[in-house]
């Protein structure tokens, strides 16, 4: 019979709402272990401090299942009353059951109560039943959410306690300024934020203070913005905002803005960091729990309130037009400042003072306008500024913004003495600028020369130098322009003086201009004294005195002084020219120092200021002033046409004198000494141009008048003819004069003329010329050579091509071209002379003694000794003619005569000629070459031996003129000591040319590819073969076999194809063998034919018919005999010939191709033989690499 008491098992508690006054939603659930009878009354207690009025009926209700309770809706609506009974006092609900619960049953129900206005911590809670022993049971707290609207704050957890309520607080607070301009109004920029809902039913207001009193706003009513804030009441005094929050109302957290505008001070020194509060008339509790009517929060300031930039100008400069004294100056100011210092926002005014004037003509009393004008005129009031005598400075009312650029002007008159520029400032008042002045910066530059209406009503700057933009930099009184120059430079002549001037000063009616220095250091008179004419355009600006007529001057010729009265004012930048006549001095004299200077002159606020005495600008040379010329020769030159001896040499003398010639007394003579060397004889009449002068040899001198009137400083050109010495020379120092006057011995300069790359020669000096040692400068200016061909065997052109800077004359001298002695050539000879070919080859002949009779039987050629010969002409074999006989002669190794003893007749096929002896093979297709007693041109002397060639002019080598002349040799197949390598036969080796009679010392000749045949297979001038006498190898280029049929025991057909570097002479073997496996004929040794196209090119050992070849069965191997020799064409030979094939098959046979008995020309390397082997094979003939196919 144990009974429990009965008792709660569960009794939690929760609200939905925190905030102060808010319609709060309070949640309860419970159950007991016990069943609670129908008219329990249970009683919540502890609900105190809620705005909610006693209520007997307050209504209940019954939320349906969600997270926050598994509580059975239904089983609550059952169990518990839809009202129950509240009293505000004790803070006490109480149901009355209407049905009986179910022990251990969760119920839950709702109700809603008003929260306090003010904060307060949560309360506790208990539930309670009307039974007999029934335990009472604190509430527990559940962690449920509260409703949407509520921002629950993330570090309190307890906000859903019943009756808790939040403690209003700030959030946020900050401000922002707008400006930080003195005297300009700052929007303040409010921003703050409460962590409870304010209802405009609130009555809210808010304070800010702190702001201080420094503000240029007064106190009163202020527009406050953001639409949160009512108008607000600004106090000065207080440095206070108040203005109610009612707008609207506003959320927890809700971020709100307001802004208002205060006009920031004037003096930016005014500033103090300040501390600002925000506050609102809110209930809350302080940290100690008691209540208070309002929280406050310091205002975070963004940017310090009131805080200044201080102004300054951060762009100062001045300048003016015109530093020349006495002239109406435009100054010239810029400035910016670092803010606008004027507008709809800026409540201050500025005035501005330029100071530091000094030295100029007064604006006038004190407070007198300036008009300012330029683009910023209107920046200041009325485009205006006063003068303040007692600062010496220009004070202007600033009327518009001076944040930009701001450029403005005034004039002034600049005094007439000279003083750098004063220094300057510029100080503001109204406002509170960082400095107390500023020292303004001055315009460093020159002034340009442009037209305006500065300096002068002439408004010309002329002559601007570095810093004359400074303000009030002026100069001294001067004369910027003072040029003088004349007209003529010669002694005794009647001179025209001309004088520019142009001042930096207006020089006004009645000013004295005085000209001095006008020297004569001879002594002699300018003019006589007294009044003299002016000429010019402005000559009318000046009077010999005041009251004398115009465009005239007074000379004193004693003093040498010319005196200026000025008739009517001359403006400064004006340029003033005029002119007046004196007679030069009668001997030669340097230009005279002429001075200017002038006084009495009144302009601007001076009068009689001076101009100093200063030297003028004189004009330079002849123009000088005064300046008299002493007769003298100023340039002379000489050059020849021709360095070449015994050659016609035209002189051309040049030459200028410092005077004209032949005009009124000069009539001289010209002089030419030192002319030495020349081979023409003395004469009277040697033609110099359109006159004859007088030439002697023996003292090289040569005198001729000068005919005609010349200018000075002109170059006049005379010409002559001189014949050239024989022999060289050096060339001859040569000297010129002019009789009469002053005129003095002068050395001729010598003009180097260049002749074909010659250094340049000097007149009269003689090069190369036979009967002496050329110099180092007589050269070949061109020297090349080159071959056609490099093939062994083959015909050669070998063409050779030079050009000499010095003539080199016919009969008496001769080119030698010069092969190396070993290299093997065989050059095509008529006796010992090589056939020249190509442009000049009748330009030269080569052996003295080769000769060409034009008698009736045709001639011979033969070398020929000694200097008196016998003459035979024997018939050759088959001659039906008869012999002739005669003698011949030999001077310097040419035939210069004969003399035919005895005829003879026939002669029709070439006959045999004894010459002393020597026996010669007459060359009949010679015969008209050449008349009696003349050598035959086209040929060149070929010395074997040494492997020379001669080559004699026929007529005079011109210099600079190219010469090309070839010869024709035949290149070796082979070589006494073997080829040079596998791919070469003979190395190229240097060739030199040189020249006789006008000696040039052998030099190697260049070597060019321009003549190599361009068909040659394998040929390249990268390799050399353009270089004469290197020579290839023989090798084969093409080395191919093709057949007919592959089958076995089936009749084929071979074509073999070649070609080869090397003329294969008539007689050779061309062998082509290792035929494994072919069967040609029964016999071992037998005839086959040849087809295709090449095959009557060859023939059989066996046998002289063509197109055919021998067969030799037991070598496998076919043999063909050259008949008529291959060229040396890189032609591609090819022949068929028909084998059976084995009836076993067989891979294909290693067939090889050589060629034996191959022989070269006549000549060098006669009796020497080459054989063709395979390139690639170094063991045999027979055992090349096999060829293709």
């Known amino acids: 019979l144990y009974v429990k008491a009965p008792s709660f098992l569960l009794f939690s508690a929760w609200q939905k709402n925190p905030y102060p006054g808010a319609a709060n939603a309070l949640h309860f659930e419970f159950s007991s272990n016990v069943n609670l009878p129908a008219n329990t009354l249970i009683t919540v207690a502890g609900l105190t401090g809620s705005q909610t009025l006693d209520n007997s009926s307050l209504p209940v209700t019954f939320p349906a299942n969600d997270s926050e309770s598994t509580a059975s809706q239904a089983d609550s609506q059952a169990a518990l009353p839809a009202a129950g009974s509240w009293v505000q006092s004790n803070g006490t609900l109480v149901l ?70 939040r403690c209003p607080a700030w959030r946020l607070a900050s401000i922002v300024p707008s400006s930080t301009y003195p005297c300009t109004d700052s929007n303040m920029n409010l921003t703050f934020q409460l962590n409870v809902p304010v209802l405009v039913s609130d009555s809210v207001v808010l304070t800010l203070s702190g702001l201080g009193s420094i503000s240029l706003t007064p106190s009163g009513n202020l527009s406050v913005g953001g639409g949160v804030l009512g108008k607000g009441y600004w106090s000065l005094a207080n440095g206070t905002l108040t203005a109610p929050l009612n707008q609207h109302s506003i959320a927890a957290y809700e971020m709100l803005q307001a802004n208002f505008t205060l006009t920031n001070p004037s003096d930016f020194t005014l500033y103090s960091l300040r501390t600002l509060l925000v506050s609102v008339n809110i209930c809350s509790r302080a940290s100690a729990g008691a209540i208070t ?4 929060s310091n205002v975070t300031q963004v940017s310090p309130v009131f805080y200044m930039d201080a102004p300054a100008f951060s762009t100062l400069t001045i300048s003016q037009s015109t530093t020349w004294p006495g002239a109406n100056n435009l100054i010239t100011v810029s400035l910016q400042a670092s803010q606008p210092l004027f507008g709809g ?38 485009s205006s500024a006063n003068w303040s005598a007692v600062s010496g400075g220009l004070v202007a009312s600033v009327a518009s913004s001076l944040s930009s650029m701001t450029v403005f002007t005034f004039n002034l008159t600049n005094g007439a003495v000279a003083q750098p520029s004063p ?94 220095s006008l020297d004569y250091q001879d002594g002699s008179s300018g003019a006589p004294s007294g009044t003299i004419a002016l000429g010019g355009p402005d000559a009318s600006s000046f009077s010999s005195a005041p009251s004398a007529p115009n465009s005239t001057g007074t000379w004193d010729d004693v003093a040498k002084v010319l005196t200026l009265y000025v008739q009517s004012g001359l403006l400064a930048g004006a340029t003033y020219s005029f002119s007046f006549g004196l007679v030069n001095p009668r001997c030669g004299q340097p230009a005279s120092p002429v001075c200017v200077r002038a006084r009495g002159i009144a302009v601007g606020c001076a009068s009689n200021v001076v101009i100093p005495r200063r030297a003028m600008v004189a004009s330079v040379g002849n123009n000088a002033p005064l300046l008299v010329q002493s007769p003298s020769i100023n340039f002379a030159s000489l050059v020849h046409s021709t360095p070449f001896a015994s050659a016609l040499n035209q002189l051309t003398l040049t030459v200028q004198s410092s005077v004209p010639l032949n005009f009124g007394l000069l009539a001289p003579m010209l002089t030419l000494s030192g002319l030495n060397g020349s081979s023409t004889p003395s004469t009277s009449a040697l033609a110099v141009g359109a006159v004859n002068g007088t030439w002697s040899r023996e003292t090289g001198t040569l005198v001729f008048p000068i005919s005609s ?23 001859p120092t040569v000297s010129v004069q002019l009789s009469n006057l002053c005129f003095q011995l002068r050395a001729v300069a010598p003009v180097p003329f260049v002749a074909c790359n010659l250094n340049g020669t000097s007149p009269l000096e003689v090069v190369g010329a036979p009967c002496g040692q050329a110099g180092s400068s007589v050269l070949f200016t061109q020297k090349v050579i080159g071959q056609s061909t490099p093939y062994p065997g083959c015909v050669n052109k070998i063409t050779l091509n030079f050009t000499v800077n010095v003539p080199l004359p016919a009969a008496t001298s001769a080119v030698v071209v010069d092969f190396a002695d070993s290299v093997a050539m065989d050059v095509s000879l008529l006796n010992d002379n090589a056939v020249l070919g190509d442009l000049n080859s009748r330009t030269f002949f080569g052996s003295t003694s080769v000769i060409g009779l034009n008698i009736a039987d045709g001639g011979f050629n033969c070398t020929c000794p000694g200097s008196q010969n016998a003459l035979v002409f024997t018939p050759a074999a088959g001659d039906g003619g008869s012999g002739a006989a005669g003698t011949y002669s030999l001077v310097n190794g040419v035939v210069t005569s004969w003399t035919i003893t005895s005829g003879g007749s026939g002669y029709l096929v070439p006959p045999v000629v004894s010459l002393s002896g020597t026996v010669c093979t007459r060359a009949a297709s010679l015969t008209p070459l050449m008349s009696y007693g003349s050598a035959s041109t086209g040929y060149g002397q070929w010395n074997a031996n040494t492997r020379t060639l001669s ?123 290792n035929l494994v496996g072919a069967m040609g004929t029964v016999a071992t040794r037998a005839n086959l034919p040849l087809s295709f196209n090449d095959a009557w090119q060859f023939g059989s050992e066996l046998s002289a018919s063509p197109s055919s070849g021998t067969w030799y069965d037991c070598e496998k191997a076919l043999v063909m005999v050259v008949q008529y020799g291959l060229d040396c064409n890189p032609y591609t030979y090819s022949v068929s010939f028909a084998v059976k094939n084995p009836v076993t098959p067989q891979p294909c046979a290693p067939v090889r191709i050589n060629v034996t008995g191959i022989t070269g020309s006549a000549g060098y390397g006669a009796g020497l033989q080459a054989q063709l082997t395979d390139a690639a094979s170094t063991r045999s003939a027979w055992l090349p690499t096999p060829s293709a196919g």
């Open 345 to 382: 926002d800026f409540h201050c005014l500025v005035a501005v003072t330029l100071s530091g004037f000094a030295g100029h003509c007064s604006f006038g009393a004190d407070g007198a306008p300036v008009a300012l004008s330029g683009s910023g005129a209107a920046s200041f009031l009325q």
């Open 96 to 165: 009355r059951t209407v049905a009986e619960t179910v022990a251990g049953s969760l119920l839950r129900f709702s109700v809603s109560l008003v929260n306090p206005t003010c904060c307060q911590p949560a309360r506790n809670l208990t539930i309670g039943a009307n039974l007999t022993c029934f335990q009472s049971m604190a509430a527990s707290l559940k962690s449920t959410a509260l409703e949407a609207s509520v921002v629950a704050l993330p570090s309190d957890v307890l906000e859903n306690a019943p009756l808790f309520v």
């Open 709 to 731: 009137q010349t200018q000075q400083g002109v170059n006049y050109t005379y010409i002559f003819t001189l014949r050239n010495s024989a022999c060289n020379q050096a060339p």
């Open 951 to 1073: 080559l004699r002019p026929a007529v005079d080598l011109v210099p600079c003129t190219s010469y090309t002349v070839s010869i024709t040799v035949t290149n070796p197949v082979a070589l006494p000591g073997g080829a040079a390598s596998v791919s070469v036969l003979q190395e190229a080796q240097a060739v030199t040319i040189a020249a006789t009679g006008v000696p040039i010392p052998a030099t190697e000749m260049a070597y060019s590819a321009q003549w190599l045949r361009s068909d040659l297979v394998g040929v390249s001038a990268a390799q050399g073969d353009h270089r004469p006498m290197r020579v290839q190898a023989p090798r084969f280029l093409v080395k191919t076999i093709a057949q007919s049929s592959p089958f076995p025991g089936d009749s084929n057909t071979l074509t073999v194809s070649f070609a080869t570097n090397v003329a294969v002479s008539a007689g050779s073997r061309i062998a082509v063998s």
């Open 423 to 516: 220094f300057f400032t510029l100080s503001a008042s109204g406002v509170r600028f960082s400095a107390a002045a500023y020292s303004v910066s001055k315009d460093p530059s020159a002034l340009s020369d442009t037209a305006g209406v500065y300096g002068s009503s002439m408004g010309a700057m002329f002559g601007g130098a570095t810093r004359d933009a400074e303000i009030l930099r002026i100069q001294a009184p001067a004369f910027r322009t003072r040029s003088v120059w004349q007209d003529v430079s010669w002694p005794g002549a009647s001179n025209t003086i001309r004088i520019m001037l142009m001042a930096n000063i207006d020089l006004s009616q009645g000013a004295i201009i005085m000209v001095s």
């Open 293 to 296: 009517g309002s929280i406050a």
